[in-house]
């Protein structure tokens, strides 16, 4: 694949994978992406899983036989440290022992625990505003700590104006898996990743804002080459903590299915009062990131769950843990509770969301004791009421 004239990919994409960082199902694999600039000097950008080491160093020979006359790359550039696209550096190196690795301080200091080595010789550390002149490329270096590790830089190149933007911008799903639809496995992918760190987000995305950037190169997902508006300011809608869509998200557990008949019924009184976006979600029975997702999109959330050994049932506890590790905030709750003698589920989740900014709880809340009556089907009115208010 061609970026532009100078600019190749040779990254990989890995279907053998279940669990991206063990714990996100990747149904449609994951690419790790790594390219080549080709110039006076010539820079490999960023290695990829350890799994596909050889699959990678036979594209970059390939590419370099090509397009480059079997020139050797100068330099290997370390965006970010990360296991899924450091852990060949050291057989890069092996390859191509006079390269330089360029890349942060801290970038070598987890190197050298990685691999035993730092290459104190290979070393060029690069920071805020360095540069790295490669012939008709230049590439400006932007620190981006937090996006996704402490060690991250993004870098810059004056010349293609292609952004390599490290884990940033990047989404679920292999590249050889048609999917049209960028933005729902890259806000998955976002939320699950750095979620965490918006205000480092938000930092990097100002110091871009004054950067003419026609192409962005992730670490994962499509290379962007249009409409570059649309993800950038997908991303500070998200990184802000901002509501992407109106909406409410009805996310529950329901052990025997009474409070699931709550759910299922306060999902219709709301669509008969006009709410267009109604989604319910079993917390049990569903890819817990792709929840957690939904509950950053929408501007109104309703826990429902039942009292559980004294707490609450253990994947609503997952989830809130889930969303509030990732500074969930600036959206409105409304809970459900279920409990056959002593319910206790509101007060365990309003204590859980205690730390969290913003967070504006509705009036009421609705108590079941055990299954739904008359009277929960008027608390459930009311309680649409003021989800909507
Ligand atoms: Fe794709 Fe944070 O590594």
């Known amino acids: 694949m061609t970026i532009c004239d100078d600019v190749k990919y040779v990254g990989v994409n890995d279907h053998e994978?279940?669990?991206?960082?063990?714990?996100?199902?990747?149904?449609?694999?994951?690419?790790?992406?790594?390219?080549?600039?080709l110039d006076d000097k010539i820079a490999v950008m960023d290695s990829?899983?350890?799994?596909?080491?050889?699959?990678?160093?036979?594209?970059?020979?390939?590419?370099?036989?090509?397009?480059?006359?079997?020139?050797?790359?100068?330099?290997?550039?370390?965006h970010h440290m990360e296991m899924d696209h450091s852990a060949n550096i050291k057989k890069f190196m092996e390859?191509?022992?006079?390269?330089?690795?360029?890349?942060?301080?801290?970038?070598?200091?987890?190197?050298?625990?990685?691999?035993?080595?730092?290459?104190?010789?290979?070393?060029?550390?690069?920071?805020?505003?360095?540069?790295l002149e490669l012939g008709k490329h230049t590439l400006e270096f932007i620190a981006a700590p937090n996006v996704h590790w402490p060690e991250v830089v993004f870098s810059y190149d004056k010349t293609s104006k292609i952004l390599f933007s490290a884990d940033a911008f990047g989404k679920f799903g292999a590249l050889d898996v048609q999917d049209d639809n960028w933005d729902d496995e890259a806000r998955r992918y976002y939320f699950g990743i750095v979620g965490k760190f918006g205000n480092f987000v938000q930092q990097v995305l100002?110091?871009?804002?004054?950067?003419?950037?026609?192409?962005?190169?992730?670490?994962?997902?499509p290379v962007l080459t249009e409409n570059l508006e649309h993800y950038i300011k997908l991303y500070d809608t998200w990184s802000s903590y901002q509501p992407e869509s109106e909406g409410v998200l009805i996310a529950y557990t329901s052990v025997y299915g009474h409070t699931r008949q709550a759910v299922e019924k306060l999902a219709q009184i709301l669509?008969?009062?006009?709410?267009?976006?109604?989604?319910?979600?079993?917390?049990?029975?569903?890819?817990m990131s792709k929840c957690v997702e939904d509950a950053f999109r929408y501007d109104k959330l309703v826990l429902a769950t039942t009292t559980y050994a004294?707490?609450?049932?253990?994947?609503?506890?997952?989830?809130i843990l889930q969303l509030t590790e990732r500074?969930?905030?600036?959206?409105?709750i409304a809970l459900i509770e279920n409990g056959s003698w002593v319910p206790n589920a509101a007060k365990v989740i309003t204590s859980l969301f205690e730390k969290s900014k913003d967070i504006t709880f509705t009036p009421s809340k609705v108590t079941i004791k055990t299954a739904m009556n008359d009277e929960t089907v008027k608390l459930l009115e009311n309680l649409a009421d003021e989800i909507l208010a």
């Not at 390939?62 to 006359?69: C, E, M, T």
């Not at 004294?310 to 989830?319: A, C, L, N, S, T």
């Open 17 to 37: 994978i279940d669990l991206f960082e063990s714990q996100f199902k990747v149904p449609d694999g994951m690419s790790y992406n790594s390219y080549v600039i």
């Open 48 to 78: 990829v899983d350890e799994n596909f080491g050889e699959q990678w160093l036979e594209n970059i020979k390939n590419v370099l036989k090509n397009d480059a006359g079997g020139r050797i790359p100068d330099y290997l550039v370390v």
């Open 95 to 131: 390859n191509y022992p006079d390269a330089k690795i360029v890349a942060s301080k801290m970038a070598f200091s987890i190197m050298k625990n990685l691999f035993g080595t730092d290459f104190t010789e290979n070393q060029i550390v690069v920071a805020e505003g360095s540069v």
């Open 206 to 221: 100002k110091k871009l804002s004054n950067v003419n950037i026609t192409t962005i190169c992730p670490l994962h997902g």
């Open 271 to 287: 669509i008969d009062k006009g709410c267009q976006k109604v989604f319910t979600v079993d917390l049990a029975r569903n890819e």
């Open 310 to 319: 004294g707490d609450i049932f253990p994947f609503m506890k997952e989830f």
């Open 327 to 332: 500074n969930f905030q600036n959206r409105k």
